[in-house]
Each structure stands twice: as structure tokens, then as C-alpha cells.
């Protein structure tokens, strides 16, 4: 097992010893983060929360070989984010090694709807007309998101090391950041963003998403796509009812007894996804 740089950060913490229930259903909350914490460290990573948003950064550069670069949505040299409105969830194996991370940022659209907040670049910079270079533009066409309006969540930032892909972590950390920002924030939507190709392999549904809409092109300047992709969303009647399938979704499967890591069966339909991970706006 090899790594670039090793990034250490001690934390005497579990990630449900630092989780506050404050609004959502607690009895099912508190079952479900003991329930996928515990089905993270049976695959080798221990999770802690985190709001250090320089860290989250220098864990992004120490890993360019297997990460792109982080969006402008988790980046504090673009934005403000701190735990007001983001936080990172962060995964560490046995020797103390940054092997996963996974963050959110809260949105309050109220008024507003995501086709505004990103067609104006304000979902990527904190100060839109300063930071977007002249001629950069960003088309959205999801038909979904000019009527999702209130407290919106940009699940994303989800990186996960080689060498602990294709242990079934795509299905665990996004859906501990759904429900980490229902109960801290009262959400009424989450959404996130994934590459056509990575949609056909199945990372939508890895995520426990099934509304999907093709809806971004970024280009530069000079017309170049930087990214281009569906919108992935779910409210949150449809978070509570995936999140109540998660013993489902991650039990071991009947005919091997082996944990759920991707692989199709009955009760998903997950498809392999790991190897496209890097291609989420992240």
C-alpha cells in the first residue's frame, strides 16, 4: 500500500459520538449512523467530522494522481465555507492515513432555485462577478431545477484512495452525508452532479439517487468544456425512504455472504462503479 503524501490527523472521536440530532426522525437517525459508521470500519476506514476546509485541501493535493481537483463549491480559497454551512466527513485506515473523504454544503435557495444559483455561478464562488473570468459560461438545463427552491444540499467531494476501492464505500458516504445535513440543516433537497459515462456505470444509483437529468455544461473562455454532466437529486420523503433500505442495500448477499462492494443483486442493481470515482464534480 503505497501513498504520496501521509496526511494524518488524530480524532479520539467515532463519527456518531460527534453527530447532534437536531431535526429529522432521531430514533431512525441515530440507528442509521451507528448502522453505516460500524459498516465502514468492517471495510477498514474509520470516519470522523470535520470543518477544516484548509485540510480537505491539502488531502486534495496530495492525491492529484487518483483526484481532480476539488469544485469551487468545497474550495474556502473561493467561497466561505466552514461549519456554518459545510463540513467533511473524513476516512482513515488503521495507521492513521486520509484513504476517504466526503463533504456537504447548505444552500439556502429560499426565493431562489438552483437553476438561478448555478446558472449565475453563485453555487460555484463566492463572489461570481469577480471570480468568473470574462466569457465563461455555464448553460443549466435540468428540467427539475428551476422548482427546487428552500434548503438545498451539495452532497459531493467524495474521493476515495485506490486501495480501498471496490469495498463498497460508494454506497456508505454519500448517504451518511445526506443524513448528517438533514439533521444539522432541516434540508428539503440534496443534489449532486456525475459525468453521462459514470450515470451508464451506475453511480447515480451507487449514490441511492433516482431522479437524473442531464443539465450542466461548463466552458471556459476559449469554449472548452470543464465539465459536463447530469444533475442527480432526491427531497427529502425520498432520503428517508432510502435511507430506511441501508441494512438492505449493504447486507451480505445470498450467494456469497460476502458484503455488498457494488456488485449487481436483487435489492440494488448497483453496477461496479469505482473505477470512474475521479469523475464526479467534486
Same mark, same amino acid.
Given at each position: 500500500?503505497?501513498?504520496?503524501?501521509?496526511?494524518?490527523?488524530?480524532?479520539?472521536?467515532?463519527?456518531?459520538?460527534?453527530?447532534?440530532?437536531? $431535526? %429529522?426522525?432521531?430514533?431512525?437517525? =441515530?440507528?442509521?449512523?451507528? !448502522?453505516?459508521?460500524?459498516?465502514?470500519?468492517?471495510?477498514? /476506514?474509520?470516519?470522523?467530522?470535520?470543518?477544516?476546509?484548509? +485540510?480537505?485541501?491539502?488531502?486534495? #493535493?496530495?492525491?492529484?494522481?487518483? *483526484?481532480?481537483?476539488?469544485?469551487? @463549491?468545497? #474550495?474556502?480559497?473561493?467561497?466561505?465555507?466552514?461549519?456554518?454551512?459545510?463540513?467533511?466527513?473524513?476516512?482513515?485506515?488503521?495507521?492513521?492515513?486520509?484513504v476517504s473523504t466526503q463533504a456537504a454544503r447548505v444552500y439556502d435557495?429560499? =426565493? @431562489? !432555485?438552483?437553476?438561478?444559483?448555478?446558472?449565475?455561478?453563485?453555487?460555484? +464562488?463566492?463572489?461570481?462577478?469577480?471570480?468568473?473570468?470574462?466569457?465563461? !459560461?455555464c448553460a443549466f438545463t435540468s428540467p427539475s431545477a428551476s422548482r427546487l427552491t428552500?434548503?438545498?444540499?451539495?452532497? =459531493? @467531494?467524495?474521493?476515495?484512495?485506490?486501495?480501498?476501492?471496490?469495498?463498497?464505500?460508494?454506497?456508505?458516504?454519500?448517504?451518511? @452525508?445526506?443524513?448528517?445535513?438533514?439533521?444539522?440543516?432541516?434540508?428539503? $433537497?440534496?443534489?449532486?452532479? /456525475?459525468?453521462? /459515462?459514470?450515470?451508464?456505470? =451506475?453511480?447515480?444509483?451507487?449514490?441511492? +439517487?433516482?431522479?437524473?437529468?442531464?443539465?450542466?455544461? *461548463?466552458?471556459?473562455?476559449?469554449?472548452?468544456?470543464?465539465?459536463?454532466?447530469?444533475?442527480?437529486?432526491?427531497?427529502?420523503?425520498? &432520503? &428517508?425512504?432510502?435511507?430506511?433500505?441501508?441494512?438492505?442495500?449493504?447486507?451480505?448477499?445470498?450467494?456469497?455472504?460476502?458484503?455488498?462492494?457494488?456488485?449487481? #443483486?436483487?435489492? !440494488? %442493481?448497483?453496477?461496479?462503479?469505482?473505477?470512474?470515482?475521479?469523475?464526479?464534480?467534486?
Open positions: 500500500m503505497t501513498y504520496q503524501v501521509r496526511i494524518t490527523q488524530s480524532t479520539s472521536q467515532r463519527l456518531p459520538d460527534q453527530i447532534t440530532l437536531q $431535526y %429529522g426522525p432521531r430514533p431512525e437517525l =441515530g440507528q442509521f449512523f451507528l !448502522t453505516a459508521d460500524k459498516a465502514a470500519r468492517d471495510r477498514g /476506514v474509520s470516519l470522523s467530522l470535520n470543518a477544516d476546509f484548509d +485540510y480537505l485541501r491539502i488531502v486534495n #493535493n496530495a492525491n492529484k494522481d487518483s *483526484w481532480d481537483s476539488l469544485a469551487p @463549491s468545497f #474550495n474556502n480559497a473561493l467561497n466561505t465555507i466552514d461549519e456554518r454551512n459545510g463540513f467533511c466527513i473524513i476516512g482513515r485506515n488503521a495507521a492513521g492515513d486520509v435557495l429560499t =426565493g @431562489s !432555485t438552483l437553476a438561478d444559483c448555478v446558472s449565475s455561478f453563485r453555487f460555484f +464562488y463566492g463572489d461570481p462577478g469577480q471570480m468568473c473570468e470574462a466569457g465563461e !459560461t428552500g434548503r438545498i444540499v451539495f452532497s =459531493g @467531494s467524495t474521493w476515495i484512495h485506490p486501495d480501498y476501492r471496490k469495498r463498497g464505500l460508494p454506497a456508505i458516504l454519500p448517504r451518511i @452525508s445526506r443524513a448528517l445535513a438533514l439533521t444539522r440543516w432541516d434540508t428539503d $433537497y440534496t443534489i449532486s452532479f /456525475v459525468k453521462f /459515462v459514470l450515470v451508464e456505470k =451506475g453511480v447515480a444509483k451507487a449514490y441511492g +439517487y433516482k431522479n437524473i437529468e442531464p443539465a450542466l455544461e *461548463w466552458r471556459a473562455p476559449d469554449g472548452k468544456m470543464r465539465y459536463q454532466g447530469a444533475l442527480i437529486w432526491m427531497d427529502r420523503q425520498e &432520503l &428517508l425512504a432510502d435511507m430506511q433500505r441501508f441494512p438492505e442495500i449493504i447486507a451480505p448477499t445470498e450467494d456469497t455472504g460476502a458484503a455488498n462492494t457494488g456488485m449487481p #443483486n436483487a435489492a !440494488t %442493481g448497483i453496477r461496479p462503479i469505482e473505477a470512474g470515482e475521479r469523475a464526479v464534480l467534486n
